[in-house]
């Protein structure tokens, strides 16, 4: 029997200059990365619904018949539409799980429970399908991992659903840009249901790719951006977006004086960097852009939004005459380091073993990548 294979992948995301100062109506620029969330979904015939998210040792399956009725909770399903109470409240009690949670992981099912009722089930037909999820990204980093599920999500039924169509380019299948927006959309939808309240910045950069601004709600792609090389690094330090958006709340009306001239000198940054992409990146670019990483990196320190192991990373990147930056809330979670064009692979790799033997975690990618691809073919499969 020939049955439906769809697969589908999303990038994550960094922020490269902006943090904190976008809460003060200031840009942010953010771009994506060569880390990837990659979803294969196939059709079946066991009558399950079947995820599986190994990163997390996460595996859930529901029999087809319990989604009878489902689709009626959840309201025009043509367009993408917030769960509200009752929604989240019914996809609570489908997954199992408490209805106070703040699990990232359990509020991972969530999420695939509403696009999947949303998308998938129609007419109260339910489909036999599996779902298996992998990811290169390290989660709650701060690297945009849920959007990247999100988009992988959304992008893997709505083509199941025939709700996008692509189009062939280069004997590529591609996603058209009505399909892109229905897309992030969706995967929108599915950040609030995980987020509450998200910026929609991650799920932007993971559908789009490539580099963006983000100031007041609202986004603009770049049109360009050079192909640049990093390192992400990882502290493996928990912090707490909300606690540190508040620190810097707090000193911004207890001495805005001083504060307000910083944020003004990081938006100074963004608008920099953004002039380097208006004209041919060369050697000169490069060494302007390890300004401004040193000099961000010094103004979020002034903001306490940094931590003893983001300072160490760019104190052992800094021996090796690399430049360095948190990225994201700060706090702890991930730096990321600029990668020159001409550095050997093995200085490099002395670099991140250094790194390593610090504890901390390391990838080389690189930024401003594609955005969500999906294709779809037919596969061969036996029935007993």
């Known amino acids: 029997m020939m049955l439906r294979r769809i697969v ?13 100062a976008v809460v003060y109506g200031k840009r942010a620029l953010a771009a994506s990365l060569g880390l990837r969330t990659e979803l294969t979904l196939l059709e079946t015939c066991d009558r399950l619904v079947l995820l599986r998210l190994p990163d997390v040792g996460v595996t859930a399956k529901w ?50 429970l509403y696009l999947f ?28 991992s849920s959007a990247s599920y999100s988009v992988c999500l959304a992008a893997g039924l709505l083509l199941y659903a025939g709700k996008v169509t ?7 299948q591609c996603l058209t840009e009505a399909d892109l927006s229905l897309i992030n959309q969706w995967a929108f939808m599915a950040e609030k249901v995980i987020h509450g309240r998200p910026s929609g910045i991650d799920n932007c950069v993971s559908t789009y790719g490539g580099a963006l601004f ?32 508040e620190s810097v709340r707090q000193k911004h009306d207890k001495y805005p004086d001083i504060v307000k001239p910083i944020l003004d000198s990081i938006e100074g940054i963004t608008s920099k960097f953004e ?38 990373i760019c104190q052992i990147t800094a021996h090796f005459g690399l430049h360095s930056k948190l990225t994201g809330a700060g706090g702890g979670g991930c730096a990321f380091t600029l990668v020159p064009k001409d550095i050997h ?22 930024i401003g990548g594609q955005g969500v691809e999906a294709s779809i073919d037919m596969v061969e499969t036996s029935v007993n």
């Open 345 to 366: 692979k093995d200085f490099l790799h002395k670099v991140m073993s250094k790194l390593s033997g610090q504890g901390y975690d390391c990838f080389e990618t690189a």
């Open 117 to 144: 009722c949303s998308i998938a089930v129609t007419n109260r037909i339910v489909p036999s399908v599996s779902f298996d999820v992998r990811s290169l990204l390290p989660l709650s980093a701060g690297l945009g």
């Open 63 to 112: 029999q087809v018949d319990e989604f009878s009725g489902v689709s009626g909770a959840f309201g025009n399903s043509e367009e993408p539409k917030a769960a509200d109470a009752d929604v989240i409240s019914l996809l609570k009690k489908m997954a199992g799980v408490d209805e106070e949670t703040n699990d990232t992981e359990k509020l991972a099912l969530l999420a695939f």
């Open 214 to 245: 983000f100031q007041g709600g609202s986004t603009t792609r770049l049109k360009r951006m050079p192909h640049l090389r990093i390192l992400i690094v990882n502290t493996k330090v928990q912090r707490s977006t909300k606690v540190l958006v």
């Open 166 to 172: 692509q189009v062939h380019k280069n004997q590529r």
């Open 275 to 312: 002039s380097l992409l208006n004209k041919e990146f060369d050697a000169d670019s490069y060494e302007v852009m390890k300004d401004l990483i040193e000099m961000n990196q010094q103004l979020l320190v002034f903001l306490g939004v940094s931590h003893p192991s983001l300072d160490d």
């Open 8 to 20: 589908a992948s999303a990038p994550g995301k960094v922020i490269i200059h902006g943090e904190h």
